[in-house]
Nanobody, 119 residues
């Protein structure tokens, strides 16, 4: 069993910052990719940021405002969100691809954390 636990969402005013985190726990050998996705009401779940090895990838809408980092020793990924806009309001989901025994890859989702950007 592998779990992802997110924290750090909340309510913030436009222009503000948040730094949600996501920690993986359970039975695995290592973690390959880690990333953040978001889903606004009535919309699809879209990629926000991804970190794999030394490479990062961002949605065009957050480039220059968001950064992603990870602490491999803690199995944790962070999303630093700056200059937040109302359109960033969504449930943010953490995703990780973990490597288990016999070289099995498993994609795991967190439960989601709500980010609301509003006055």
């Amino acid at each position: 069993q592998v779990q992802l636990v997110e924290s750090g969402g909340g309510l913030v005013q436009p222009g503000g910052s948040l730094r949600p985190s996501c920690a993986a726990s359970g039975s695995f050998i290592s973690i390959n990719d880690m990333g953040w996705y978001r889903q606004a009401p009535g919309r699809d779940r879209d990629l926000v940021a991804l970190i794999a090895g030394g490479s990062t990838n961002f949605a065009d809408s957050v480039k220059g405002r968001f950064t992603i980092s990870r602490d491999n020793a803690k199995h944790t990924v962070y999303l630093q969100m700056n200059r937040l806009k109302p359109e960033d309001t969504a449930v943010y989901y953490c995703n990780a691809v973990v490597i288990r025994w016999h070289n099995k890859y498993l994609a795991v989702w967190g439960q989601g954390t709500l980010v609301t950007v509003s006055l």
